[in-house]
């Protein structure tokens, strides 16, 4: 796995991990999720919806953390970031990117079935908004490449499979 540190430790020096922005997104950007689904719960008309698309998040981000503890990858050297984490977990996959993920997919959904016209481009922003959570994990300096490949791949096939089997 050591391709996996020589490509984040380039990613890291490439994106500048001091500048606050990608703190900021590494920080907050799920909490834009969760206000869009709160934002949701007044505009839809079904609001048991809402929470039937916040279910993958959920499966998503509970798989992951099980997939961690079983794992156990540990985290780059903390000495190499001045991000620090409230809560102390294993790397290998990325919640973050998981979740992000996840909620980019659920909403894609949500919105590609409603009435809006230019439905699409809610879906490029919010594939947007997920990349940048993940990568900003990678920048930081809290995971590996593969942390959030994989956590952005998980996030995303739960959500799939979730909507496909129901």
């Given amino acids: 796995m050591k391709w996996d540190e020589r490509v ?11 500048y606050s922005f990608w703190s ?4 907050l950007g799920l909490y834009l999720y969760g206000l869009i689904m709160i934002g949701l719960l007044f505009v839809v008309n079904d609001t048991s ?8 998040v959920i499966i998503a981000t509970g798989l992951s953390l099980l997939l961690q503890f079983l794992i ?34 659920v909403l ?13 481009a809610f879906v490029i922003a ?3 908004l997920a990349l940048y959570i993940a990568w900003s994990r990678i920048v930081v300096g809290v995971h590996y490449f ?10 995303v096939l739960i959500s799939v499979a979730f909507f496909y089997l129901s």
């Fill in 126 to 128: 919010f594939y947007l």
């Fill in 49 to 56: 919806k809402v929470f039937f698309w916040v279910s993958p």
């Fill in 72 to 105: 156990k990858r540990h985290r780059p050297p903390e000495d190499k970031t001045m991000y620090h984490l409230a809560i102390k977990t294993y790397s290998f996959p990325s919640v973050h990117a998981a979740a992000s993920f996840s909620f980019a997919t």
């Fill in 146 to 155: 593969l942390d959030v490949l994989a956590g952005s791949l998980l996030g």
């Fill in 8 to 18: 984040s430790s380039k990613i890291q020096n490439a994106f500048h991990p001091e």
């Fill in 24 to 27: 900021h997104i590494s920080e």
């Fill in 108 to 120: 894609s959904y949500a919105f590609c079935n409603s009435s809006l016209e230019h439905a699409w």
